[in-house]
């Protein structure tokens, strides 16, 4: 149980960027590490995190902890992946408005931000990689990809995925 309260502390401290971005660490610590999950219920993992109310670093802690430890480690793991955050903003917030325009404050941001983005990519990555079996898998999801770039955007998410379970309704 220890171990569940450090490694999902772990994930928390390096979730900067929320989102996205938690996924590879969640793979790593999880997955790589500890051994908790093979490979390939991560995809389940992020999907019922996704699917559910709330943020997937949470949803993830609550589903994990549970698996391990039933009631006990889900009400471990979520307090413990929100801690890094809520102890971050409670000693930082009265400090923000005073060096957030400092040069080396954004230097910093703009680094953590190229940081992120690598760590995004490597989840579009890993759970791509888990979930595109083939051409027609990859064909829907560059067809959905292009729709979305074409669109800017203002087309909303769940239309995209609704079209793309459409289509795979009908192909598969």
Do not use: C
């Amino acid at each position: 149980m220890l171990q569940l309260f450090k490694s999902f502390l772990l994930i928390g401290l390096g979730a900067y960027g929320g989102g996205l971005v938690i996924i590879p660490l969640i793979q790593h610590e999880i997955v790589s590490k500890q051994n908790w999950m093979p490979a390939a219920d991560m995809a389940s993992l992020i999907a019922i995190a996704q699917m559910t109310p709330g943020p997937i670093a949470v949803n993830s802690a609550t589903f994990v902890g549970f698996r391990l430890h039933s009631w006990e480690g889900a009400l471990l793991a979520t307090p413990a992946v929100l801690l890094p955050s809520l102890m971050i903003l409670t000693f930082m917030a009265p400090l923000i408005d005073k060096v957030k325009d400092k040069k080396h404050v954004v230097m910093l941001r703009q680094g953590i931000q190229i940081g992120v983005i690598s760590l995004i990519l490597y989840a579009v990555w890993t759970y791509g990689s888990s979930t595109i079996s083939g051409w027609l898998d990859l064909g829907i999801s560059l067809f959905a990809f292009g729709f979305l770039i074409f669109t800017e955007g203002k087309i909303h998410p769940v239309v995209i995925i609704l079209i793309s379970g459409t289509l795979g309704l009908f192909i598969f």
